[in-house]
């Protein structure tokens, strides 16, 4: 089975503080991507990937980056923390569409 | 633009009774659904997809979904609940670049 993780479940970060989130597949999926999910709004796509180094942004990108060095690791930059990014964060991968599978998710807090 | 709806906050069903979930999409083309589950503070599951083919998709846990093109709609059903049926359904549509757009979700509780 594919299986993506997520480095972290849980974080406590203080107000503009520069934070990583990062995300590993093990089955060399091209596409992955990052969501945020807060209650009554679903998930939201901020940032996706469909390969190496190419990052295109969702819907919600403002206050996020992305980075994609290698084909399995996608990382989701807060370059400077708000308390309106306190959510949880989750991350997915695909292989051309056919079938997604998410991280356990990591849910921040920035104080 | 794709988009979906899941017209019920939350839904309340008897444990053993048929559940159905709702959710209705509107994309461009011929449409790929997916429903997912999660359980609290944990990541969504898959559950089943529809491609192409038979409009009534089985998927994992005995749930099963309905595609109705006519409609617009992919009902997640299951005809007999379990309590630990309960969680969040996520109904999703695939777009552009393969990214899925999601609806709000729905909680689902089963009670004993």
């Known amino acids: 089975d594919v299986k993506v993780t997520q480095s972290s479940r849980y974080l406590v970060k203080r107000t503009g503080e520069k934070v990583f989130l990062e995300c590993v597949q093990d089955?060399?999926?091209?596409?992955m991507f990052w969501y945020r999910q807060d209650p009554g709004l679903g998930l939201r796509l901020i940032y996706f990937?469909?390969?190496?180094?190419?990052?295109e942004k969702g819907d919600i990108p403002e206050g996020y980056s992305v980075s994609r060095e290698k084909k399995e690791r996608f990382s989701l930059i807060l370059e400077s923390a708000s308390t309106n990014q306190t959510s949880m964060y989750l991350c997915?991968?695909?292989?051309?569409?056919?079938?997604?599978?998410f991280g356990s998710g990591t849910r921040l807090t920035v104080v | 633009a794709q988009s979906v709806a899941q017209p019920e906050d939350q839904v309340n069903v008897a444990e053993g009774n048929p559940l159905t979930v709702k959710c209705t999409y509107s994309?461009?083309?011929?449409?790929?659904l997916f429903w997912y589950v999660q359980y609290p503070n944990r990541g969504l599951q898959f559950l089943l997809k529809y491609i192409t083919g038979d409009n009534l998709v089985k998927g994992s846990y005995g749930f099963e979904a309905e595609f109705n093109k006519s409609q617009t709609s992919f009902h997640l059903k299951k005809p007999s609940a379990l309590v630990s049926d309960s969680a969040l359904y996520f109904c999703?549509?695939?777009?552009?670049?393969?990214?899925?757009?999601f609806g709000a979700g729905t909680i689902l509780r089963v009670k004993s």
């Open positions: 089955m060399d999926h091209e596409n």
């Open positions: 999703a549509v695939r777009g552009y670049g393969n990214k899925l757009v």
């Open positions: 997915a991968s695909s292989f051309r569409g056919q079938g997604y599978t």
């Open positions: 990937s469909y390969d190496v180094k190419m990052k």
């Open positions: 994309v461009s083309g011929n449409p790929y």
